[in-house]
């Protein structure tokens, strides 16, 4: 079983991938049956809000460091909706060796990119990245949906969030 601690409670990615790690469906069946989500650290957020995403996603411990986390955890997922936040995270669990995975956006400029390659060659970690958007339960109810054809043939889809425009800025600016 692979013990997964989650960096960062604000976004609603922690919640989602809490519970699909740790609660059961109505068949009695985990989403991800090798895996628990058994501590949060959220370096991000309100304590209040933390100990509510802890509650729903059934997470055993919240924790206030990276080191009581590590106490924990195999693995790690860094969550921070602002991706100028991940670096510092990853780069402490990359030292350690431990698998590590960067929610989206993985980093804000392209420095951040070149820090995280030069640490990923010198290191042992798997280190992966992307979006938690499979879990959505639209978005599995769409899937669903496209399978039974109710709706006709599904081609495709627009997904719109909202997006932090200063860092977009800064990020854009240092590449130039």
Known sequence: MVRIGL????SMHAKAFARACNVVDQNGIYQV????VTAIY?????????????????IPVCVNSMQDLSKHCDAFMVLQRRGWEHIRYASEIIKSGAPVF?????????GEIERLKELAARGR???CGGSAMK???????LKK????NRNGQIRGGTICHSAD???GRASCRERV
């Open 7 to 10: 960096i960062g409670s604000e």
């Open 33 to 36: 049956p090798g895996a628990r």
């Open 42 to 58: 959220g370096v991000d957020d309100d304590r209040a809000h933390t100990l509510a995403v802890q509650a729903e996603g059934r």
């Open 102 to 110: 960067l929610d989206k956006p993985v980093c804000s400029s392209y």
């Open 125 to 127: 970690s798997l280190i």
């Open 135 to 141: 879990y959505c339960r639209q978005v599995r109810q």
């Open 145 to 148: 949906m496209a399978g039974e």
């Open 165 to 167: 425009l200063e860092i």
